[in-house]
Each structure stands twice: as C-alpha cells, then as structure tokens.
C-alpha cells in the first residue's frame, strides 16, 4: 500500500529566506506525486506534480519540489518565501495512472514570518 | 469552467439525525471522490464514484455512509444516524477522462465542515 510522511507538523521561516517541507514517499511501482496548498476554511489548491521527466517540477506562484527516487523523497521548496504563504500543505501520492484516490500526508503548517 | 462546488458549506446536526452533501463535478468531469479531513489530520480517501457507479468504497465506513452519484445531478454522500465522531470537513474532487487515461489531475471543492452536537 501507498503511504506519505511529511515528518515536520510546523515549519517557521523568515519572509524572504528559503524554504523546504518535507515529503517522502512508499508506493509500489512508478509514484505519481503531487502538492497541495489549503488556506483557512478553504479546500485544496494544486500546487504542482511529478509524473515522469525532470526531477525538478515547478508550479504555481514559485514554488518547485523535487523528485529523488533514491531517497523516495519530494520535497516543497521556493526561493522566497512570502507572508502570504503561510497556509498548509499537503503532499500526496498514487501509485499508478488513471483516476485511483490520492493518498495524503498529514500536512504541514508552514508559517512566515515578517 | 466553474470548480467543484460542494453545498451546504456548513451543516450542523445532532447526534442520529442525517446529513446529505452534495458535490458538484467541473464540468465535463465523471469521476467523483470523496476524502475526509478530521481536525489537524490530513485527508482520507472515502469513496470514488463514476456516473451511476461505485469504484472503489474501500476507505468508506461500513455502516451508516452511502454515496451515490446519480446520472443527473450532483454526488450526494449520505451520513445516517450522525455521531460526534463524524465532525469533519468533507472535500469532494472531480478529474476528468482523458483520452489515454494516462494522468488525471483531481479538482477539489471548498468542502462541507460537517458539525455534529
């Protein structure tokens, strides 16, 4: 069975510094991977997947993850980060094509200072 | 194109009474799946629907939860006999069918936060 770890529940960073949350992976087969952003009382907003390709992916308002297939890990990053960040998020997996179910880590609350 | 749209936004029942939600897919979609976020917890896989059929219910409690989507109208995901434990917020996503089926992007709703007194 396919499960995510996303090993930090809160990640603190100072507006303008890098930052990374954490995701590693287990799925039998080839992963597909995904991150998703969900801010107060709202539902989840795709950020970026991988599929297959560059292990670097990038996606919406600046953020990239990538994929390291020797660690099972895909780790959020972004150059910058912004107040407006602060949000939680969400690393998913499924572990073939089609339409199976996403499997979620439990998040990680990502919080930017000013 | 409007996104998933999933109503009522807020429910609040009391213990043994039902709660229906209701899900919307974007237009054009035929998948429906249904996940479920108890507090401070990540999403959990309930039941994915095709028009009129049951795919796959494997993350859905045996008793009291049914979900059906009709081949006219929305996804209804049913709770009879609501307990405390049910409090959650409950996310309807919707993909496509493309042609190949090789990856299909899942669209979330702004889900319902079901409150149980």
């Known amino acids: 069975a396919q499960s995510v770890a996303q090993p930090e529940d809160q990640v603190n960073v100072a507006e303008g510094n890098p930052l990374t949350v954490k995701c590693t992976y287990s799925v039998s087969g080839n992963p597909y991977l995904f991150w998703y952003v969900q801010y107060p009382n709202r539902g989840l907003q795709f950020l970026l997947k991988?599929?297959?390709?560059?292990?670097l992916v990038k996606g919406s308002y600046g953020f990239e993850a990538e994929f390291n297939k020797s660690q099972t890990s895909f780790h959020l990053k972004k150059p910058s980060a912004l107040v407006s960040d602060s949000a939680l998020y969400f690393c998913a997996v499924r572990r073939n094509s089609g339409n199976t179910p996403l499997v979620f880590g439990k998040g990680t609350r990502l919080s930017v200072i000013a | 194109n409007a996104g998933v749209m999933q109503n009522p936004r807020h429910l609040v029942r009391r213990r043994g009474q039902e709660a229906r939600l209701r899900c919307s897919p974007m237009k054009g979609h035929s998948h429906v799946y249904w996940y479920r976020q108890l507090p401070e917890e990540g999403l959990k896989f309930m039941v994915y629907l095709q028009k009129e059929n049951i795919i796959d219910e494997s993350g859905m409690p045996k008793e009291r939860f049914s979900a059906e989507f009709p081949k006219e109208g929305p996804s209804i995901l049913r709770i009879q006999q609501v307990v405390r434990g049910d409090s959650a917020a409950y996310f309807c996503?919707?993909?496509?069918?493309?042609?190949?089926?090789?990856?299909?992007?899942?669209?979330f709703g702004p889900g319902t936060r079901l409150t149980v007194l």
């Open positions: 996503a919707s993909s496509p069918t493309l042609a190949g089926g090789t990856y299909n992007e899942q669209f």
């Open positions: 991988y599929i297959t390709g560059d292990n």
